[in-house]
Structures are given as structure tokens and as C-alpha cells.
């Protein structure tokens, strides 16, 4: 079974603070997807970054980086100097080889206060 | 605005009538998928197509579920006979497929919320 965890209900942090979003996934396949999704208040869902699970290099975009553990099953997203415009919930999905459904987390809510 | 749009955004109805969405993917995308979220989770897959064929379904949707994609552009999501449990977000998606293991990200629309009174 595929299971994607996201222990953090709700993160609070003040603006320029760093933050990091916690990820961990099951599954039983060799070769897997995972994503990162940003859904705003208004709601629509935005990709932001997919990662296969044979390139466990680390990958960093702007003020944005996802550190890609296989040995701890993890995908964590840390953003740094956070700003108001980062408020929203963000998703981890986890995709499997083959098929084309994903399996998301419940979300972590970030509030980035000014 | 070449994103995905879905229509209506916002739909009430009363318990036991039937509704209808659409979705209208990126021109190009020969992937589209239909996902539910309810308040404080994460999308749930219901169904999804390539091109015309429905190829994978949700144990989710019942049978009062039903989605089409007749020409492999846009689709339509009817639920029959609403119940309350349906309040939630539809959301759709689609992707650009190359090949059986490609896997391209999905890109998703801005969700038709349904209240069931």
C-alpha cells in the first residue's frame, strides 16, 4: 500500500524565519515519484517540484530546497526567509511507476506572519 | 489563460439531485484525472483518462459516480442522486504522457466546490 505522512498539522513562523516541512512515504515499489503541490487560499493546487527515487540528489530553487532521503523514506522541503506569500497548505504526493494516480499527504498548513 | 478550468466553480444543490461538472485540460495534455477533497485532507483520486479511455477508477466512486471524456479533450463528472457525503472539492488535473512509465506532472484546475444541502 502506498501512505504518505505529513505529521505537521499547522506550522507558524514569522516572516525572513526558515522553515521545514516534514515527508514520509511508504511503498513498495523500486521506482516511484514524489511531488510537492502548494495550494494557495484560493485554492488551486501548484506544482512544485517532482523527484524519481533513483536520483537522490538534493535540488534547491531559489528559496526553495527538498532534501530526498531514501534510507529514512523522507522528502522534506525547507523554505528559507519565508514571507507572507508563502502562507498556504502544501502537499506531499507520492506517484507510483506505471500508474498515473497520486497519493497525497493530509497537508501541513504554513501561516508566515508579517 | 491556458491552464486547466473547470466549471462550474461553486455548485449547491438538495439531496438526490443530480450535477455535473466539467474540465477543460491544457490543450495538449492527453492525461486527465478527477480527484475529490474534503476539508483538511489531501486530494483523493477518483478516476482518470487517457485520451477517451477511462483506464483507472477510484474504489471512491460508486455507482452514482460517472465520468466521460468522449473526444479525449474535456470531460464531465455527474454525480447522480447527491447525498450530503459528496460535499466537497472536484478537482481535475491533467498530464502530457509519453510512454507507459513517463510520469510528467499533473497540473491542476481551480476545483468546482459542491455543497449538498
Known amino acids: 500500500a502506498q501512505k504518505v505522512t505529513q505529521a505537521q498539522t499547522e506550522i507558524s513562523v514569522v516572516e525572513k524565519e526558515d522553515v521545514t516541512l516534514d515527508c514520509v512515504y511508504e511503498t513498495r515499489d523500486t521506482t516511484y515519484y514524489l511531488f510537492w503541490y502548494k495550494q494557495p487560499p484560493s485554492g488551486e493546487l501548484v506544482f512544485l517540484i517532482r523527484r524519481n527515487s533513483f536520483d537522490e540528489q538534493n535540488e534547491i530553487s531559489g528559496r526553495y530546497s527538498w532534501n530526498f532521503q531514501k534510507s529514512t523514506s523522507s522528502f522534506n522541503f525547507t523554505i528559507t526567509a519565508s514571507q507572507v506569500v508563502d502562507s498556504a497548505v502544501y502537499f506531499c504526493?507520492?506517484?507510483?511507476?506505471?500508474?498515473?494516480?497520486?497519493?497525497f499527504g493530509k497537508g501541513t498548513m504554513l501561516l508566515v506572519s508579517p | 489563460d491556458t491552464g486547466v478550468s473547470q466549471d462550474p466553480r461553486h455548485k449547491i444543490t438538495k439531496r438526490g439531485q443530480n450535477v455535473t461538472f466539467r474540465c477543460d485540460p491544457i490543450?495538449?495534455?492527453?492525461?486527465l484525472y478527477w480527484y475529490r477533497q474534503t476539508l483538511g485532507q489531501g486530494p483523493e483520486f477518483l478516476t482518470y483518462?487517457?485520451?477517451?479511455?477511462?483506464?483507472?477508477k477510484s474504489r471512491l466512486l460508486s455507482d452514482r459516480f460517472s465520468a466521460e471524456r468522449p473526444k479525449g479533450s474535456f470531460s464531465t463528472l455527474e454525480i447522480q442522486r447527491t447525498e450530503q457525503g459528496d460535499s466537497a472539492m472536484y478537482l481535475c488535473?491533467?498530464?502530457?504522457?509519453?510512454?507507459?512509465?513517463?510520469?510528467?506532472?499533473?497540473?491542476f484546475g481551480p476545483g468546482t466546490r459542491l455543497t449538498v444541502l
Open positions: 504526493a507520492l506517484g507510483h511507476s506505471g500508474y498515473s494516480t497520486l497519493t
Open positions: 490543450s495538449e495534455h492527453n492525461r
Open positions: 488535473a491533467s498530464s502530457l504522457s509519453s510512454g507507459s512509465h513517463s510520469y510528467n506532472e499533473q497540473f
Open positions: 483518462f487517457q485520451n477517451e479511455a477511462q483506464l483507472e
